[in-house]
């Protein structure tokens, strides 16, 4: 069965550092991974998708994220933190199968 | 626009108290599902749906029931509340029966079983 593990629960960054937001993942095929940012009150909406064709994807808002197989790994990065990336992180996998399996979450803070 | 809807988004209640909360999305997607999201654990599966009449078990189905009557609506129906149901909950859709496309969720229901 697929796993995430997402590493720290609490990121903080100054605003303009860099942003690291680590996912490790097992699988026993090739998967699907997403990552989902979820701001205060609200539901989760989609950062970006890997499905293979390309191993560094970018997504929304700046984000990329790149697949490294040998390391099972999909971390998601962005140059340059803004005040409105202050949120929640959450990376997940999928099998082809009908489920998704979602990491813990990691919340960003970003410091002025 | 496109949308998932619950409601309510807040909701309070005593244990053993019948409770539904509605979900309807506007997109015609075939797949819909139920999450609960707690501290430290993420979001885990309740049930999901993959058409109309056709529901399943996720990962953590006690104490809950669900029903796919219409393409539209998935309701969450938690016959008899228990405190360790407290939680945030997401309905979420995606077009395709599988989960290779995105999700698009709601913006959750705060419920408190007292």
């Known amino acids: 069965a697929q796993s995430v593990t997402q590493l720290g629960s609490h990121v903080s960054v100054s605003e303009g550092a860099l942003v690291l937001l680590r996912c490790n993942y097992s699988s026993s095929v090739p998967p699907y991974l997403f990552w989902y940012v979820q701001y205060p009150n609200q539901g989760l909406q989609l950062l970006l998708k890997y499905t293979s064709a390309a191993t560094l994807v970018k997504g929304i808002n700046g984000f990329e994220a790149e697949f490294k197989k040998s390391e099972t790994s999909f971390h998601l990065t962005k140059p340059s933190a803004h005040m409105s990336d202050a949120a929640e992180y959450f990376c997940?996998?999928?099998?082809?199968?009908?489920?998704?399996?979602f990491g813990a979450g990691t919340i960003l803070r970003v410091k002025s | 626009e496109a949308q998932v809807t619950q409601n309510p988004r807040y909701l309070i209640t005593v244990t053993g108290k019948k409770l539904t909360v509605t979900c309807s999305q506007n997109?015609?997607?075939?797949?819909m599902s139920w999450y609960r999201q707690d501290p430290g654990l993420g979001l885990r599966q309740i049930y999901y749906s993959m058409n109309v009449e056709v529901t399943d078990k996720g990962d953590v189905p006690e104490g809950y029931k669900v029903s796919r009557k219409e393409k539209r609506n998935f309701p969450l129906i938690l016959e008899s509340p228990s405190p360790n149901q407290t939680s945030l909950y997401f309905c979420a859709s995606s077009m395709d029966r599988g989960v290779s496309s995105p999700l698009h969720f709601g913006n959750g229901t705060r419920l408190t079983v007292t």
């Open positions: 997940a996998v999928s099998d082809y199968g009908n489920k998704l399996v």
């Open positions: 997109m015609n997607h075939e797949y």
